[in-house]
């Protein structure tokens, strides 16, 4: 079966830090990956998605980046945190199946930047 | 715009009784639309996906409903249970595999 997983689950870091949340798949191949972010009290913001080892789309401009160094894992990063990355991160994974396809959520990486 | 808005909010039921959410939008062109539920601090879980030609679709004690022609979805929860407490977001795919339009969710509490 299919399992997904993110670390850290919880995260406080200053401003001006730097930060690298890692998301794995495990028991499928080739998957679709995505990076949310929800805030508080608003839905959920793609980020980033990948087809492909290495590659990489953004949705929203912003000071975060992503990569995907292996098939199965992908990773959110950023040089500076501002206030505004505070958020609930959510990695996803798909496999393309036509309209039937569902994205399956990890369990996501509470931010605080203070 | 494409948009995707949830109603009610919130909303707080006794346990056993029923309840429906309302997910209207404007995203065009569709081609399905999905009803997930959030536990708070987890990720979202699937319940349901519908496209174009279906009317109802149900999971459990979870019903969808979607009228592609005035644009609106329901998610309709019979005889609720207290895990049933947590978010339920709407979300709307338009034609394409990545563009994906969220509502902010409806947050419901069941009481005993």
């Known amino acids: 079966s299919q399992t997904i997983h993110q670390w850290p689950a919880t995260l406080v870091q200053p401003v001006g830090s730097p930060l690298s949340l890692e998301c794995t798949v495990e028991?499928?191949?080739?998957?679709?990956l995505y990076w949310y972010r929800q805030a508080a009290g608003r839905g959920l913001q793609l980020l980033f998605y990948?087809?492909?080892?290495?590659?990489i789309s953004s949705e929203v401009p912003q000071n975060l980046s992503a990569s995907r160094p292996q098939d199965r894992q992908f990773i959110l990063s950023s040089k500076k945190l501002l206030l505004s990355d505070s958020g609930f991160y959510l990695c996803?994974?798909?496999?393309?199946?036509?309209?039937?396809?569902?994205?399956?959520f990890g369990p996501g990486t509470r931010l605080l930047v203070l | 715009k494409n948009q995707v808005e949830q109603s009610p909010q919130s909303l707080i039921i006794l346990e056993g009784k029923n309840c429906t959410l309302q997910?209207?939008?404007?995203?065009?062109?569709?081609?399905?639309l999905r009803w997930y539920k959030q536990d708070t601090g987890r990720g979202p879980v699937s319940l349901t996906i519908?496209?174009?030609?279906?009317n109802t679709k149900s999971n459990g004690r979870y019903t969808a409903t979607l009228d592609a022609d005035t644009k609106q979805s329901s998610l309709h929860i019979t005889a609720s249970q207290l895990s049933d407490s947590a978010s339920y977001i709407c979300?709307?795919?338009?034609?394409?595999?990545?563009?994906?339009?969220f509502g902010t969710g409806t947050r419901l509490t069941v009481i005993p």
């Open positions: 996803a994974w798909s496999v393309l199946g036509g309209v039937q396809e569902t994205q399956y």
């Open positions: 028991g499928t191949s080739n998957p679709n």
């Open positions: 990948s087809v492909g080892i290495g590659q």
């Open positions: 997910c209207n939008y404007t995203v065009s062109p569709f081609s399905n």
């Open positions: 519908m496209t174009f030609s279906e």
């Open positions: 979300v709307v795919i338009q034609t394409g595999a990545n563009n994906l339009f």
